[in-house]
């Protein structure tokens, strides 16, 4: 930075410059202190900047040195936002992975680089409209140069697309000596240009990882402030505000505007309410969403009761409770919904928000959440494409639902070459081919949030208990039909009969083929579960065991947990060969640090390790990579015992003839040792 001491800027000349290109192409561009609309009717990409934070730390005040707003011809609109320094290479910082670096290790934003970098500054002002707007796609242009020994210009561009499907970091798009590339008979190649760049699987999932340790942040410090700041708020009240404020916020463009905080007035008359104006605007939502009556009647009824109470309406210092705890949760979270990260975001707020809540350890263990990636195994080990049925019967955040749709979404889009088909069949696997039940409304209520967010796949989410109330059937809208489920994927409340068994065999019971994977306590098939297990097995094929590490939910609770995988409709014969895992260590270190800004580490090829265990259930021994025969064991069990279900890779006791050699070399050594020593005693006694 010392460069800033002892050169001049020349920021007014790249400025003047850059300008003249825009103004020679006839551009209706608008200067750092113009609105697109007036001071007094901002449009939606003004109040966005003014709502988002600023570069230096504060709320407000984003002001790009140049922006427009340009229309392709199908007639999409893209905001374009410019961003000019006068310093050689201040250009664009990135990190070690190429990003735009705007975030710190610590998940918070880099003011130095937002600040100190022409690209950086633009792509944090396409933030901000990715947080506040509907726009999913813009333009950050950042400018910089100096000048020579000449006295002339020397220049650099930097030209990046940002949007969800590079998580917001944004992607350089190419090289670019002027900015012609804005003029109307240039844009429409250049948009087709943007359209091409794509990232590697690698780049996504590392872009992804990196989104979700931020959401793990916002979420942790979103929840510390409604909990320490804001009385009289309980933890179920916390969810339906944050689902409310959510769902008011995605919109749907062109027919539902999103719910902007200035709408809300904090006004005290009913119907003007902030509570009745977030209860409109859902309704609208839902309604143009086309979702049953009958869950569209029982998602208003539930948040209802939140937010129309009388003290979270109630008015001080002009403003609601209401009021300010959407702001929080919309300034906090804004990005990462509307990003569409493929992610369990709802199961992470789940399970932050109950981790302020003093359950007993068995009420904890029932609502503790699969991690994303055992999600992810369970998937795959449920043998789930795009043409399954998937259901589950204890659905919690409905984060293995949101799993299993991205495994089939994937499936499809990698099979189906017809654009149409594809959509419709996209269409078909979010309404038709998922189902889930959840009998604690709060969570239910989480579980269509996360759905909602994901595309919508709500439809058959059911508020139901899955032992007594659930007949196989449809729910809103299609209830005559049986879901023709083939694939069962399931964490069940370990608190319930057979530590969560009694759900395996109601829903096996009412499936003609398929697959199915659960993680549940180890002791459901060491015995506690066997009048469940024995009956599983008349009817059912155990295919594989799997042991799971002992910390897995560590910092919710500590319980040892196994996978078990079936086949649906074959009965267990005693002759099977059953795959027995030892996946103690898979692979990732876990830490409990509040502070910490990764509590979850790859440190030992954890993503090799869990592709390998769901080849090994698919394939068997040919399989083995990384795993040895001390992990992995095929085996037997007795269908009349059910208590057989957790062993392990038999040791071979019978001793080698180099065992015996050692045995015999320690023996003589030891018996050289005491020798010497009783040597040693005689020679002290015999010089005293």
Not at 63 to 80: T, V
Not at 135 to 149: C, L, R
Not at 198 to 227: A, G, H, P, T, W
Not at 277 to 303: M, V, W
């Amino acid at each position: 930075m010392n460069e800033k001491k002892t050169t001049q800027s020349i920021e007014p000349n790249i400025a003047e410059l850059a300008n003249g290109w825009l103004k020679s192409y006839k551009l209706a561009y608008k200067l750092e202190q113009e609105y697109f609309g007036t001071k007094d009717k901002p449009t939606e990409i003004d109040k966005a900047l003014d709502y988002y934070y600023s570069k230096n730390g504060g709320v407000g005040g984003n002001r790009p040195d140049a922006k427009l707003l340009l229309q392709d011809k199908n007639l999409d609109y893209y905001p374009i936002l410019i961003e000019y320094k006068g310093y050689k290479d201040r250009l664009v910082k990135l990190d070690s992975e190429g990003k735009v670096e705007n975030i710190t290790a610590k998940n918070e934003p880099n003011l130095k680089n937002i600040n100190g970098y022409a690209v950086n500054g633009a792509v944090h002002y396409a933030n901000a409209i990715q947080h506040h707007t509907n726009f999913k796609e813009i333009i950050a242009i950042g400018m910089t140069g100096y000048k020579d020994e000449t006295g002339k210009i020397v220049h650099q561009i930097g030209v990046y697309y940002v949007s969800g499907s590079n998580f917001g970091y944004g992607q350089r798009v190419g090289e670019f000596s002027d900015f012609s590339f804005l003029k109307k008979e240039n844009f429409e190649a250049f948009i087709e240009q943007v359209k091409t760049l794509s990232l590697s699987q690698e780049e996504i999932d590392k872009r992804k990882e990196q989104r979700e340790k931020e959401i793990d942040v916002s979420l942790v410090k979103l929840n510390n402030d409604i909990y320490e700041n804001e009385k009289g708020i309980g933890e179920n009240e916390r969810v339906y505000l944050v689902a409310a404020s959510i769902i008011a916020t995605i919109g749907i463009p062109n027919k539902v505007p999103m719910l902007d905080k200035d709408e809300l007035k904090s006004q005290t008359f009913v119907g003007g309410r902030d509570g009745d104006i977030l209860i409109g605007r859902i309704n609208a939502f839902l309604k143009e969403k086309k979702l049953p009556e009958e869950k569209q009647d029982l998602i208003i009824r539930t948040l209802q009761n939140t937010l129309l109470t009388e003290n979270i309406n109630k008015v001080e210092n002009g403003e609601s409770q209401l009021k300010r705890v959407f702001t929080k949760i919309v300034d906090d979270l804004g990005i990462y919904y509307k990003i569409g990260l493929t992610t369990d975001f709802t199961g992470k707020l789940f399970n932050e928000m109950y981790g302020w809540l003093g359950f007993t350890q068995d009420k904890l263990n029932d609502v503790v959440l699969t991690p994303s990636y055992v999600a992810t195994l369970l998937v795959k080990l449920a043998r789930v494409n795009k043409d399954s049925f998937v259901w589950d019967f204890a659905t919690g955040s409905a984060g293995l639902l949101v799993a299993a749709m991205n495994e089939m979404l994937v499936d499809a889009k990698n099979t189906i070459t017809s654009p149409d088909e594809l959509t419709q069949k996209e269409i078909k696997i979010k309404a038709e081919q998922l189902l889930g039940l959840e009998l604690l409304s709060s969570v239910y209520m989480l579980a269509i949030l996360n759905m909602i967010l994901m595309g919508d796949g709500s439809s058959n989410i059911l508020n139901k208990d899955s032992i007594k109330d659930f007949d196989g059937n449809y729910g809103f809208g299609n209830s005559a039909n049986k879901f023709p489920a083939d694939a069962f994927i399931l964490n069940p409340p370990y608190s319930a009969n057979g530590n969560g068994m009694n759900f395996v065999e109601r829903a096996l019971g009412m499936m003609n083929k398929g697959y199915a994977a659960i993680i549940i306590q180890n002791s459901a098939g060491s015995g506690k579960a066997s009048a469940y297990t024995k009956k599983i097995l008349e009817k059912h094929t155990l295919l594989a065991s799997i042991k799971m590490p002992i910390d897995l939910f560590l910092g919710k609770s500590i319980v040892q947990t196994y996978i078990y995988v079936f086949k649906v409709n074959e009965k267990h014969h005693k002759d099977e060969i059953v795959k027995f895992i030892d996946f103690s260590e898979d692979g990732y270190t876990r830490t409990n640090r509040k502070k910490a800004s990764n509590n979850l580490k790859d440190s030992n090829q954890a993503k090799e390790r869990y592709e390998e265990v769901a080849k090994l259930v698919r394939f068997g021994r040919s399989k083995l990579n990384i795993f040895t025969d001390k992990e992995y064991h095929e085996g037997h069990i007795d269908p009349k015992n059910g208590a057989d279900w957790n062993q392990t890779a038999p040791i071979d006791t019978k001793p080698t003839l180099q065992d015996f050699k050692k045995t015999v070399s320690d023996y003589l050594a030891w018996e050289v040792a005491t020798i010497l020593k009783s040597q040693n005693k005689e020679a002290e006694n015999m010089g005293k």
